[in-house]
């Protein structure tokens, strides 16, 4: 007979029961075949729970980098077959959308974005995947000094991951008693360094000379109010940076109309310095004049307003200004997570390299407070003040410095100015949807570890049948063959009646 007509006897003589057949040849068979497969069974249980038992569902959270819990046995399941719940759905931000990192100080307001960095291509949003803002920096601030009213600051924020976009910050000095600064320790220092801006510019004369030519005034003018502009620069020169290394200049010759920061300036070794771009002064009844280029190059101590022929700034005024500019770009970028060597918050001496002592005048109407430990103390909110009577000067640029050299303050202040809450990592506070993890229901859990438990053994078994089967002496390995196929697929089907048997359970 052929190995087709066997094939087709067998198929045909079929029946489900149980045919007599000759034992095993060795005695020990039967004892350790149950216990290999009673452990077997035990081990498909424990392989099968966080296989079977557990669903994979979206969940929204703010945290979406963060390690999902190990399921229960999973260590028990080779890696390359554990199954993973894969990654979160990215956020997408929008142009004109504002962020705020975890915990932040400030709001941040996406202005543009491109895909590369030619800024050929812009595009209206782009995804976000909890990347940390430290591939961001400042390329821009401006400050705004009024008589008798608080101060306002701007600043211009270049990212290059994931894209290429920008942000703005606008914040005036009054709202800062409104916002959760203590958050951010550099923040009071911020809060200080503005209040001396205020208390220089109200207490002192800034004179706008007469001999700026056919559109400056007629005559001397005493200056209501300053705008000015600056930039952090290493090379600092006229355009200066716009020839830098870490700048993307877009406009062939023009690279002042577009440009770009690809990544953080290697002068971060050193001191922050910068270049003014223009300066406004205001007079009169709502007058003002414009000086392009502001006061060229300054450094700690140097003068941010335009020279003397232009402007008669008394040095105070020059000091607290400069002061003012170095609390304002690191106080951004230790909020954006930006931590590099000259970052004046976390270094007692780069604090007193780049914050220059100034004297000021004690107005009749500014209050005076210091905490328990000496620390100089702006509370936030009220009217313009100073730093306590016990201070030099009574500014608060020279109380910081004394303190900030204080050996018992010093070891507290330092190692707590990089803290943000409970976290590291400056985030956008942004939800996301997360896969975790979730276990079913204890009837389905059950259910499913027991089915799949079912169809492992009885595989395990049928291939065992078969294994030892060819070593007995009985039918052709053909016949034997197409019998197990047979015996397969009718626990398929037994597998199927007890999945629907299960889930009929489940839902009744």
């Known amino acids: 007979m052929s190995w087709r007509s066997q094939i087709t006897s067998a198929a045909k003589n079929f029946q489900l029961g149980y045919n007599i057949q000759k034992p095993y040849p060795w005695r020990g068979t039967t004892p350790l075949v149950c216990i290999f497969f009673v452990g077997l069974t035990m081990l498909l249980v424990f392989v099968n729970i966080p296989l079977s038992a557990y669903d994979v569902v979206q969940e929204f959270t703010y945290t979406p980098n963060d390690t999902s819990p190990s399921l229960p046995f999973s260590s028990v399941v080779p890696a390359s077959l554990r199954h993973t719940a894969g990654d979160f759905t990215p956020q997408t931000f929008k142009i004109g959308d504002t962020i705020q990192s975890n915990l932040s100080a400030f709001n941040y307001v996406i202005t543009d974005a ?133 700048i993307k200049s877009v406009v062939a010759g023009q690279p002042w109309l577009v440009s770009i920061l ?141 303190a900030h050299f204080t050996n018992d303050f010093l070891n507290f202040y330092y190692q707590q100015a990089l803290q943000f809450g409970p976290f590291d990592v400056r985030v956008p506070s942004v939800s996301y949807l997360r896969p975790v993890f979730r276990r079913k229901s204890t009837a389905s859990a059950i259910s499913s570890v027991f089915v799949a438990t079912f169809a492992m053994v009885s595989a395990a078994w049928s291939l065992f049948n078969f294994i030892a089967g060819t070593f007995c002496k009985g039918q052709s390995v053909v016949v034997r063959i197409a019998a197990i196929i047979i015996e397969i697929l009718a626990e398929i089907l037994s597998l199927c009646y007890w999945y629907h048997a299960a889930i009929a359970a489940m839902k009744r």
């Open 262 to 402: 690809i990544d953080h300036p290697p002068c971060d070794g050193d001191v922050a310095k910068f270049q003014g771009t223009w300066t406004t002064a205001y007079y009169g009844q709502g007058a003002f004049f414009d000086f392009t280029g502001g006061g060229g190059l300054f450094g700690p101590g140097a003068n941010i307003l335009p020279p003397n022929d232009v402007l008669e700034v008394p040095s105070n005024v020059q000091l607290v200004v400069q002061n003012a500019f170095q609390a304002i770009y690191h106080t951004i970028r230790l909020d954006l997570g930006v931590i590099r060597p000259n970052q004046i918050f976390t270094s007692p001496n780069v604090f007193s390299e780049s914050i220059s002592a100034v004297p000021l005048y004690k107005p009749s109407n500014m209050t005076f407070d210091r905490d328990d430990t000496g620390q100089p103390a702006v509370v936030l909110g009220g009217i313009s003040r100073c730093i306590a009577s016990w201070v030099v000067n009574n500014s608060y640029a020279n109380a910081s410095r004394q």
């Open 114 to 246: 491109f895909t590369d960095s030619s800024l050929t291509y812009p595009v209206g949003s782009f995804p976000y995947y909890n990347n940390p803002l430290s591939s961001c920096d400042v390329s821009n601030i401006s400050l705004s000094l009024r008589k008798e009213e608080r101060a306002s600051l701007s600043a211009v924020i270049y990212c290059w991951f994931p894209v290429y976009y920008r942000m703005t910050l606008s914040l005036n000095h009054a709202s800062m008693q409104d916002r959760t600064f203590h958050i951010l320790n550099a923040v009071p220092d911020l809060d200080g360094l503005l209040t001396d801006a205020e208390c220089g510019w109200d207490s002192e004369n800034v004179t706008l000379v007469n001999d700026n030519g056919d559109s400056g005034p007629t005559s001397n003018q005493n200056v209501t109010g300053l705008d000015v502009s600056v930039y952090p620069c290493c090379n600092c020169a006229d355009n200066g940076l716009y020839y830098e290394s870490y």
